[in-house]
């Protein structure tokens, strides 16, 4: 039986692949009007990760462990805050902002923020390995934002402040991560904390609701535009945060990030093999994914 740091890459792949099948079936939605229902899959993230919670981890939760549970509970709330709130907002203005291209290169930037902030916060050792395996992710990365943005030459190219948005939604990411390992060296319960940050983050949502128009019509049509593709996204969506949850709780945060990072590969061969609404990708994009599998086999490996 798996346990450890192999359990921990086991789950952030599943995270992966989650988040993979999520993009494919959010992609294919046919109704997705108001928030794009991203405080409906908040909501049943809430739901799964409260059940999950409720029947494997109610009785070691330890709340009644006073000052440090509080701690755990602070950092929980902090990273739904800044993964549910920050990130996903700044993600939505980086798509209008930049296009889909072009705020998806700038988002691969996450897992760079994540390893630096892990070395320098939570003191994680970044070995030649992790160096080796971190070049091959970029440079795949680099091959497949070239060509992306070769199929979107005719687009006005927007002025370099605008690139902020993206950045910022990479940084909002990779700190929640660094919170949620916080959080579960003081609480390790990974389906807890992923309730407590999706409770924090929908209750964020709310309080904006009462004071923004644009957020208290996103909340009024929450069930309003749902078709099955969202709902099927926003269950998946739910399992990937649960496991990339679960993954940081028995592997580093720079291992778990550039394992999850596979998902925009993941996606592609989804979206080629199982759901058939994209192309089979060239040499590039094939060389690409090679690359990054390789980087992160150095990684794991480490």
Partial sequence: MLDGPALGQLLALGSATSFAVANNMISRTTRSGGDKGVMFSVLVTMGISGLLWLALEAG???LGAGG????????????GLMAMV????LVFASIRTLGVARSTAVKRLNPFFSVLLAALILGEVVTGTD???????????AILIRESFARGTRVKAPPPAAYLL???????????YIARKLGLETLPTPAFGTFVSA?????????????????????????????RWIVFGAVFVSGGQILLFA?????????????ASLEIFISILLSVLVFRSEARPGPPVLAAAGLATLGVVLVAAS
């Avoid at 549970?69 to 602070?74: D, F, N, V, Y």
């Fill in 60 to 62: 070691r939760t330890g």
């Fill in 68 to 79: 440090s549970a509080r701690i755990g509970l602070a950092w929980f709330a902090f990273a």
């Fill in 86 to 89: 920050f990130g996903r907002t």
């Fill in 131 to 141: 160096i080796a395996g971190m070049a091959a992710i970029a440079v795949s990365f």
């Fill in 166 to 176: 993206g950045v910022a939604a990479a940084l909002a990411y990779a700190v929640s």
């Fill in 199 to 227: 409770v924090s983050g929908f209750a964020v949502f709310s309080a904006l609701a009462l004071v923004l128009p644009r957020h208290r019509a996103n909340f009024r049509q929450m069930f309003a535009h749902l078709d």
């Fill in 247 to 259: 993954a940081l709780n028995y592997e580093s945060v720079s291992t778990v990030v550039m394992i």
